[in-house]
T-cell receptor, first 111, second 111 residues
């Protein structure tokens, strides 16, 4: 049971480049989430999705785009990366009413 | 003892001691609470949850206490082990299938 996976685990990119972070879950959970984690801010919600083709903004959505064409995948795209988007990104999934289960994270460095 | 570190409050204990990690939440309408453990370089891991109609819930070596009057949540870890060293987050569900996370407390266990 793979659970929830993220790729890549580490990424270095340059300012202005487009970057896509991938998230895949095998539980058929309806809800999926993207968070960023920064020192001093804890976990902040970027976007979430209640089902395929349904997405909604979280606390810090600016500069990010998401899509959800399939239940199991929820990619996060930084259309034009900025240094302030250097962070650790976590994907999570849930049935919608209870616990969220997290992936291992992607460490992104924008130079 | 407990101290405020550069970024996170830190609780330092000796192996075998009982640990108590505290969390204040803000929304009296929150009806579901979760404690997560995050080890260095990993994603948050579910520990235990509690619903607002309960005051206490016990798991293996862990107990969560909920005081709705003062909007306070605590996590008690019995016989703390070095493997318990991690950052611990509380999270509250305000009823929209999304969670709001606290900033976390770092637990350091000395052998």
């Amino acid at each position: 049971d793979a659970g929830i996976t993220q790729s890549p685990r580490y990424k270095i990119t340059e300012t202005g480049r487009q970057v896509t972070l991938m998230c895949h879950q095998t539980w058929s959970h309806s809800y999926m989430f993207w968070y960023r984690q920064d020192l001093g801010h804890g976990l902040r919600l970027i976007y979430y999705s209640a089902a395929a083709d349904i997405t909604d903004k979280g606390e810090v959505p600016d500069g990010y785009v998401v899509s959800r064409s399939k239940t199991e995948n929820f990619p996060l795209t930084l259309e034009s990366a900025t240094r302030s988007q250097t962070s650790v990104y976590f994907c999570a999934s849930s049935t919608g009413e209870e616990t969220q289960y997290f992936g291992p994270g992607t460490r992104l460095l924008v130079l | 003892g407990e101290s405020v570190g550069l970024h996170l409050p830190t609780l330092s204990v000796q192996e075998g001691d009982n640990s108590i990690i505290n969390c204040a939440y803000s929304n009296s309408a929150s009806d579901y609470f979760i404690w997560y453990k995050q080890e260095s370089g990993k994603g948050p891991q579910f520990i235990i949850d509690i619903r607002s109609n309960m005051d206490k819930r016990q798991g293996q070596r862990v107990t969560v206490l909920l005081n709705k009057t003062v909007k306070h949540l605590s996590l008690q870890i019995a016989a703390t082990q070095p493997g318990d060293s991690a950052v611990y987050f509380c999270a509250e569900n305000r009823g929209y299938s999304t969670l709001t996370f606290g900033k976390g407390t770092m637990l350091l266990v000395s052998p």
